[in-house]
């Protein structure tokens, strides 16, 4: 079982990315697919989260309105479109999946974790 994430990068402020999280070794459709990121010497914090059928979504404040979380279930792969980027949304950002809750804001409620890719925005 593997997440793989990518489509990080060094972009400016304003600027836009769109992350890729691509899932293996089973079928992720049922799943709730979450977005985390860790920024330097910080705690890792939730970004947003998608339900299995991808009607039901949950962002963070400070990336409401900016952030767009989708999934492609044919392609097991969840999305997350990022404009209007800050520098405070450099971090390390990472997919998980959930077998446990049905929408899940909490680290604990996750069982599968990608390796994280990296955004770099710069003012």
């Known amino acids: 079982v593997q997440l793989q994430a990518s489509g990080g990068g060094l972009v400016q402020a304003g600027d836009s990315l769109r992350l890729s999280c691509a899932a293996s070794g089973r079928t992720f459709s049922t799943d709730a697919m979450g977005w985390f990121r860790q920024a330097p010497g910080k705690e890792r914090e939730f970004v947003a989260v998608?339900?299995?059928?991808?009607?039901?979504?949950y962002y963070r404040n400070s990336v409401k309105g900016r952030f767009t979380i989708s999934r492609d279930n044919a392609k097991n792969t969840v999305y997350l479109q990022m404009n209007s980027l800050k520098p405070e949304d450099t971090a390390v950002y990472y997919c998980a999946a959930s077998t446990m809750v049905i929408i899940g804001t909490a680290s604990r409620e996750y069982d599968y974790w990608g390796q994280g890719t990296l955004v770099t925005v710069s003012s």
């Open positions: 998608i339900n299995g059928s991808g009607g039901t979504r």
